[in-house]
């Protein structure tokens, strides 16, 4: 028998061979689909579009830029067409865009990771992955993947609460660096948001032979990640606008070591307006102005009835406490945090027509700001809030 070639032989055996397939795709309509893809696992991951802005994660930032400048692009619509299930090319889903145009080239290339090429010198829209895979690995890990969390009914009232801690200054949102530990219920505010520490898993070894830990970190989204601790400092080393929620608490008010802000000596003062308003008459007996000064109390409200927040009325000093090595901004903080729920909602007009809303008046008797102030004075401030239906003091589990 005859040898045969291997054509000869495969044919012999009834087997078709296929052709080799060359991609036609050219080196940037690859880099466009790359690029596009990128995209579209952030879609997945998040359920959205990426989106501009300051408070954005860099990552995001950089995939909506990159959208944009994909959307421009004549050829990705038949390009991508495929791959567009969400409709991104179709839709404005980058709210808040940036003006690319106005960015210099510079800043651009380097929003995008797009590289210069013989060829392409000039081109901006030349997209380009230019993280190694181990770049990138270490970049995922750094962020980690964050998925939906399941039981975030149980987290939401603690974001709600901290918030509120937050806006009151009950705690303070300080620079991650001078404190860099990290313990399960601790706050931060990373990439813009604001993230609580749920889990702390079993200590393991780092590659640098250092100890480590697998968190379990939410987020006021309704999201979750599961990232490692030094991938979480390393997060908040690098960002800005990283901070640490400070624990909740008045804070040393009375000390031997003076802070800024700190006075030798100083006065609570309790007001009460003489307002004609109809709603300042009416409550005129529990409407009460909580204010601390330095000074006397007379050259603090001289003038009060110009001033809209005395409520451009002439004011009567129901109550003074003198106190001594104290700090007035947490004295005043601690006020507004535990009469916030009690704070007037009372628009006027200043001297020259505007509305304006005076801060600082509470609807509370009396007796309770003198027992609120006794309580700082012995430190039990910490163990009440304010109760708006009994109008008293009430201890923590009671409310």
Do not use: W
């Given at each position: 028998m005859a040898e045969m070639n291997d054509d000869e032989l495969l044919d012999a055996l009834g087997v078709e061979v296929a052709p080799l397939k060359v991609s036609s795709r050219t080196p940037r309509e690859e880099r466009i689909i790359a690029?596009?893809?990128?995209?579209?696992?952030?879609?997945?991951?998040?359920?959205?579009?990426?989106?501009?802005?300051?408070?954005?994660?860099?990552?995001?930032?950089?995939?909506?830029?990159?959208l944009d400048?994909?959307?421009?692009?004549?050829?990705?619509?038949?390009?991508?067409?495929?791959?567009?299930?969400?409709?991104?090319?179709?839709?404005?889903?980058?709210?808040?865009?940036?003006?690319?145009?106005?960015?210099?080239?510079?800043t651009?290339?380097?929003?995008?990771?797009?590289?210069?090429s013989l060829t392409d010198q000039n081109d901006v829209t030349v997209l380009r992955h230019v993280r190694s895979h181990v770049e990138k690995r270490a970049a995922a890990e750094e962020i980690a993947d964050r998925t939906s969390c399941p039981d975030f009914d149980r987290f939401q009232p603690l974001f709600e609460q901290a918030e509120r801690?937050?806006?009151?200054?009950?705690?303070?949102?300080?620079?991650?660096?001078r404190n860099a530990s990290i313990a399960s219920g601790d706050y931060f505010i990373v990439g813009g948001q604001l993230a609580y520490v749920a889990e702390i898993g079993e200590t393991i070894k780092a590659p640098n032979g250092e100890s480590d830990a697998r968190l379990r970190v939410i987020y006021a989204n309704g999201t979750e990640s599961n990232l490692l601790r030094r991938s979480l400092q390393r997060a908040l080393y690098k960002d800005e606008t990283g901070r640490r929620l400070s624990d909740p608490g008045i804070g040393p008010l009375f000390g031997d070591a003076p802070e800024q802000d700190d006075i030798e000596s100083g006065t609570i003062y309790v007001l009460r307006s003489l307002s004609k308003h109809p709603f300042v008459v009416e409550h005129r007996e529990l409407i009460h102005k909580i204010g601390v000064t330095g000074g006397k109390v007379e050259t603090r409200i001289a003038g009060a009835e110009k001033d809209a927040t005395y409520l451009l009325a002439d004011i009567e000093v129901v109550a003074t406490y003198k106190l001594h090595n104290l700090n007035r901004t947490r004295l005043e903080n601690i006020f507004h945090r535990l009469f916030s729920a009690a704070q007037i909602d009372l628009t006027i007009e200043d001297r020259f027509g505007h509305p304006v809303k005076p801060r600082e008046w509470f609807l509370v008797p009396l007796h309770v700001i003198d027992e609120a102030v006794q309580r700082i004075r012995d430190g039990s401030i910490t163990d009440v809030v304010y109760d708006l239906k009994s109008a008293r003091l009430v201890g923590q589990t009671q409310q």
């Open positions: 690029g596009f893809e990128d995209i579209l696992r952030f879609h997945q991951a998040h359920g959205r579009a990426p989106l501009h802005g300051e408070d954005r994660d860099i990552f995001e930032r950089l995939y909506a830029v990159r400048q994909i959307r421009k692009l004549p050829e990705a619509q038949m390009l991508l067409a495929g791959l567009d299930a969400p409709g991104l090319l179709l839709s404005g889903a980058a709210a808040a865009s940036t003006d690319v145009d106005a960015m210099d080239e510079d651009l290339l380097a929003e995008l990771g797009i590289v210069d801690d937050l806006k009151s200054g009950y705690r303070m949102a300080q620079r991650f660096g």
